[in-house]
Structure formats: C-alpha cells, structure tokens
C-alpha cells in the first residue's frame, strides 16, 4: 500500500487531455512538500518529468503540465500521443515517515 | 554530463548478502545526495534510503532498517549499497539516484542493477 495514491490506469485517445491525480495527506503534499513526477518505459529506468509540483526539466514537451493543491497533485498530459504510453509516479517527502515516498504508478494507454 | 553507473547484476541466494555500486561522474561528488530506490517485477518504486557524500550520513527507510547500509568512496566518486539477510522478496532492480536534498526531485539516474534472490 503506497503511502502517496495513484489511479492503477487511465486512458485517452490521441490528441487527447489525460490527468492523472497523486493524493496524499498532512503529513507529506499538504506538509507541504513538493510533488515530482517520473515518467517510466519498460525496460528503462523513472526519468525525471515534473520538480517542485509545476516546474519542466529542460527537453520535456510542454504538454505535461503539474500542478498541486492541498494534500493531492496533478499531472496533465494534453494533445496525448502514442509516445506517452508509459508508467507514471508521483513523489513527494513524508515527514512524520522521514522517507521518500512514491505513488503506486499509472500506466497511461493511448488508444 | 551526469552520469551514474551501476554495478552488472547479481544473483543471490536467501539470507546472503549484496553489495551494490554506484560511480557518479559530470558533477561535483559531495554536492548532491545519492538515494536508492528499488523497483520489484511489475512493481512501483520503493525508496530503499539516501546516503549524503559529503559526510557519509545515512537515512534508511523503518522497513530495511538494520539490513541495509549505505558508504561512499570520495576518492573514486562512488556509492555503495550492501543488503543483508536476503529474502526472495528482495528480488528487484535497484537504482541509485541522486537528489539535491532529503525531499529535492531525483534529477539523473543509473541504469539500475537486478538482484535476484533465488534458492
């Protein structure tokens, strides 16, 4: 049972506005700390998405978009394509755990 | 650029030990956090601990607590993450990655190491 909650799945066409939501509590994204997001391919090791709840590394598509209120965190992927097919996690700091904590993931599937 | 290389895989039996290491490179060593996450098959990530270089200080998480320690080598640039007492649910990939701070985005990654705990 993963301290941060995750959705197992969701799915879009392409073209398409997917979000995925990363809940938490009082005592990690409402502390407040930051929500980072992963992105993952089989086979292949998490690659940093989004830092500090909103902000894009250098070379990712502005299509991915986060966002962060209160104890839950967003990510958007709009104008969804085939690409985007992936796992997600959501990340963020558990104070009264002292330790990182993930989401479960989300495997987004375009259709 | 920045790079963190992993040791290859290791295959191990249950109640023995593993070490693991993690040679960064591109930056400067003492400066950034290294943490270690595992990914079980079919899994999600799972924050094994974090060591700081700088001064060698550690913090694990409670459920590896007194199996796990973490060292660095300043001279060669490396990490080191060894695991004791394997379980076969110790059976995953474990990434170094490294962090800013104890709660900062892990920003590169290695390529990940398999560990396989198999009788």
């Known amino acids: 049972q993963s301290v941060l909650t995750q959705p197992p799945s969701v799915s879009g066409a392409p073209g398409q506005r997917v979000t995925i939501f990363c809940t938490g509590s009082?005592?990690?994204?409402?502390?407040?700390?930051?929500v980072h997001w992963y992105q993952q391919f089989p086979g292949a090791a998490p690659k940093l998405l989004i830092f500090g709840n909103h902000n894009r590394p250098s070379g990712v598509p502005d299509r991915f978009s986060g966002s962060k209120s209160g104890t839950s965190a967003s990510l958007a992927i709009t104008g969804l394509q085939a690409e985007d097919e992936a796992d997600y996690y959501c990340q963020s700091y558990d104070t009264s755990l002292s330790a990182v904590v993930f989401g479960g993931g989300t495997k987004v599937t375009v259709l | 650029q920045v790079h963190l290389l992993q040791s290859g895989g290791e295959v191990k039996k249950p109640g023995a030990s593993v070490k693991v290491s993690c040679k960064a490179s591109?930056?400067?060593?003492?400066?950034?956090?290294i943490h270690w996450v595992r990914q079980a098959p079919g899994q999600g990530l799972e924050w094994v601990g974090r060591i700081n270089p700088n001064d060698g200080g550690t913090v694990f998480a409670q459920k590896f607590q007194g199996r796990v320690s973490m060292t660095r080598d300043t001279s060669i640039d490396t990490v080191y993450m060894e695991l004791t007492t394997l379980r076969s649910d110790d059976t995953a990939i474990y990434y170094c990655?490294?962090?800013?701070?104890?709660?900062?985005?892990?920003?590169?990654w290695g390529q990940g190491t398999l560990v396989t705990v198999s009788s």
């Open positions: 990655t490294r962090g800013a701070t104890y709660s900062r985005e892990n920003d590169f």
């Open positions: 591109g930056y400067t060593f003492i400066v950034y956090y």
């Open positions: 009082s005592s990690n994204i409402g502390a407040p700390y930051d």
